[in-house]
C-alpha cells in the first residue's frame, strides 16, 4: 500500500502538486489520469522520488520516503518495478539479458538462478520464442511485454507504469492492460499506472486518481465513472464521440461498468 498525504511540489515559484492526498492498495491497478499539464508525470516521479517532494508525506507500507536515509532509498528502489515510455530497452542487449538487468544490479544470485527467474517471466509474458532476440527485431507489443516482465523479474512490491499503452495498437494495448491486471493479482503488486487510454480507465481501472491542475479533482473506479458528477472529469474522460454515446448507453440501460460487476459507493470529491 502507498499513502500520500499533502503532497506538494513546485519548481522555483511554480506549484505543480498542490496538496494531493490519497491512497493505493495493495494488489489493486491504480490510475493516473489528467488532461496534458495536469501534473501526472511529476507526481508519478515525485513517488518514485525522481523529483523531491516540497512537503508532505509518501508512505510505502509505513515507510516515509521523505525520511528515510539513503540505503534505506536504495532498498526500497530494488522493490520497485518501472515500465516507461519507449520500454527503454537497451539496444544492445537481447531480450534475456535486458531482462536479467535488475537481477544483475541489485541481487547477488548465481547465473543459474538468474536464468531460472529470468525465463520464467518470459514465459509468464509469452515470449519463450524471442528471448535471444534484440529489441529491434521484435514488435512495439512485444518490446512492451520485454519491459513488464523486466519491471516484475525481482518480484516487485510496487509496480510504476508511465503511458504503457503509448504507440500501440488497440488490440495490443488490450493483451498489455491484461497482463499488467493479472501480474497486479498474481504478485500482489501495488500498480500505478499514468494513462491517456480511456479504454484501460473503463476495463482496469480499479482505482482511478483523476489530476487537474496539479489538485485531485476526483477519485473513484470504473464502475461508478459513468454515474460520476464531477463536469470537468466527465469533459475529460467522455471527449470522444463513441465514448460520450457509450456512457449514455450504460446509463439508460442502468449498466454503469462495462464489465457486470455492482458498482461501488465509493465516489469521492464529486
Ligand atoms: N522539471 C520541471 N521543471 C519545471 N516545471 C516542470 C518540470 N516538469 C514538469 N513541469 C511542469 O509541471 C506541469 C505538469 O507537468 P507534467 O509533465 O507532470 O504533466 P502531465 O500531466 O504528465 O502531462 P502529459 O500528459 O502531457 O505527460 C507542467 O506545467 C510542466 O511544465
Redesign the pocket.
Known sequence: MIEVKELRKS??E?E?LKGITTTFDTGKVNLII??????????LKSLLNV?EPSSGAILFDGRDIMTMSREEKQGLRSEIGTVFQGSALFDSMTVEENISFPLDMFTNLTYREKKRKVLEVIGRVNLDKANKKYPSEISGGMQKRVAIARAIVNNPKYLFCD?PNSGLDPYTSNVIDDLLLEITKEYNTTTII?T?DMNSVMTIGEKILY?RL?IKEWEGNKDILATAKNKNLIDFVYSSELFKQLREFMLENNQTSLINDKPEDNEKNN
Open positions: 519548481f522555483e511554480v505543480v489528467g488532461q496534458s499539464g495536469s501534473g501526472k508525470t511529476v507526481f523529483y503511458e499514468n491517456h489530476l496539479g
